[in-house]
């Protein structure tokens, strides 16, 4: 059980064929009460991927959020990155959005495995992103599958391509 893992340049994280990773809340969360939605927001990421470059996380394991509660952390957040690889693992039970990839560049999706029925569950998410591919993926959630955002004036989302994905 991990809270976040804040992954460094060029670094690798992996997850073993057979792991479960399961994301919890950090020690003492308590979240932030919203009167307008009337529900308890947690923010943060298991694997914390911002203002990095050359990192991978790839393997056969499962990175597992179901100890978090709705709506809670990503389990994957690529902020402000470039060169990451996302390969081979499963993605289980995100209590929010599974993967994005936002203001960042040459990211590499490939053979990642999305299993979430939970409310919010995004599958990926490239927002504000340039140069990436999500190639050979299979997509289960409750919300968006595979989208493609710009949520800031002036950021471009270009040379996006996604095949052979279910």
């Known amino acids: 059980e991990v809270d976040t893992i804040q992954v460094q340049d060029g670094q690798t994280v992996y997850l073993a064929g057979g792991a479960v990773v399961r994301g919890t809340l950090r020690p003492g969360e308590e979240g932030v009460y919203s009167e307008k939605w009337k529900v308890t927001f947690y923010h943060g990421t298991v694997l ?48 929010n959005w599974d993967l994005i990839i936002a203001k960042s560049r040459n990211v590499r999706v490939n053979d990642v495995r999305i299993v979430s029925g939970r409310l919010n569950s995004d599958g990926i998410n490239s927002v504000n992103s340039r140069d990436v591919q999500i190639r050979h993926c299979f997509v289960r959630n409750h919300d968006d599958s595979i989208v493609v955002k710009t949520t800031e004036p002036g950021l471009p989302a270009e040379d996006i391509v996604v095949e052979d994905c279910t």
Do not use: M, Y
């Open 48 to 95: 914390d991927v911002s203002d990095v470059a050359g990192a991978r996380i790839r393997g056969r394991g499962i990175l597992d959020g179901s100890l978090i509660p709705h709506p809670g952390h990503q389990l994957i957040g690529i902020h402000q990155a470039e060169d990451i690889h996302v390969e081979g693992i499963t993605l289980r039970d995100s209590p």
